[in-house]
């Protein structure tokens, strides 16, 4: 209960200070959503209008959607060049938290992103796709769209753990390598005669709230941020963060 309550406090905290940066944080943010959101409606829109099993809105979900778990501020832009969490995890480490809270910290920061920027990036996409929208209702729609947050909270278990424990060059080559997995991946589905846009549509379709491939995934996607956040304090506790 104390990690849960010191990680609320530190939250409070980053929201009360610099309003201005939070200002400039949420408007990059929604820009940032409507490019992203703007690309991926496209290509929804031409496959539930052309229904080719294209690779393209497959890479797009694999590869996009966990990236909803970020706060798109100038600190996350440059992290890769300014090493900025690093150097945030020194200055931590240096007061009377323990890592668990930092890192309950972060895990709840990632679930606010999934709730406000998912709302975004997919109410902006079903907006734009409308040869989704006439084949999708708002419920499956919903469904559909909690069914990838579910799978970006189990990626995003694992850039945590890229997050914490390596530099800010390494972070990105790293993030580099899973966006590439990501597109491996998704040649596979198509190589295979499968398509992962249509099938979770399907399910969402047929299945509704009750879709067993929705729960399937936020089952997952929660294990994935706790097993990998064991994994980081257990590793965090050895890194040398000067």
Same mark, same amino acid.
């Given at each position: ?94 007061? %009377?938290? %323990? ?43 919903v469904v559909f769209s909690i ?64 879709? %067993? ?30």
């Amino acid at each position: 209960m104390q990690i849960w309550k010191d990680s609320w406090f530190m939250i409070r905290g980053d929201l009360r200070g610099g309003k201005i940066r939070l200002i400039l944080t949420a408007l990059f943010t929604i820009v940032f959503m409507f490019y992203l959101a703007g690309l991926t409606g496209l290509f929804f829109n031409e496959a539930a209008q052309t229904h080719q099993r294209s690779v393209l809105p497959d890479y797009f979900l694999l590869a996009i959607v966990p990236f909803l778990g970020f706060a798109y501020s100038r600190r996350t832009m440059k992290y890769w060049s300014a090493d900025s969490y690093t150097k945030m995890l020194a200055y931590l480490r240096s007061l %009377p938290i %323990p890592l668990s809270a930092v890192l309950c910290k972060r895990k709840l920061q990632s679930v606010m992103c999934f709730a406000l920027n998912g709302v975004l990036f997919f109410g902006l996409v079903y907006a734009l796709a409308g040869h989704l929208r006439a084949s999708l209702s708002p419920l499956g729609y919903v469904v559909f769209s909690i069914t990838w947050i579910g799978y970006g909270l189990a990626v995003m278990g694992l850039y945590i753990f890229f997050e914490f424990l390596y530099s800010g060059k390494a972070y990105f080559w790293l993030l580099l390598l899973t966006m590439l997995i990501s597109f491996g991946g998704a040649m596979l589905v198509k190589l295979s005669g499968g398509n992962l846009l249509f099938y979770s549509l399907a399910c969402s379709k047929e299945w509704g709230l009750l879709s %067993p491939l929705m729960w399937g995934t936020l089952l997952g996607g929660t294990v994935s941020v706790q097993l990998f956040s064991r994994w980081t304090i257990h590793r965090l506790k050895r890194r040398d963060l000067v």
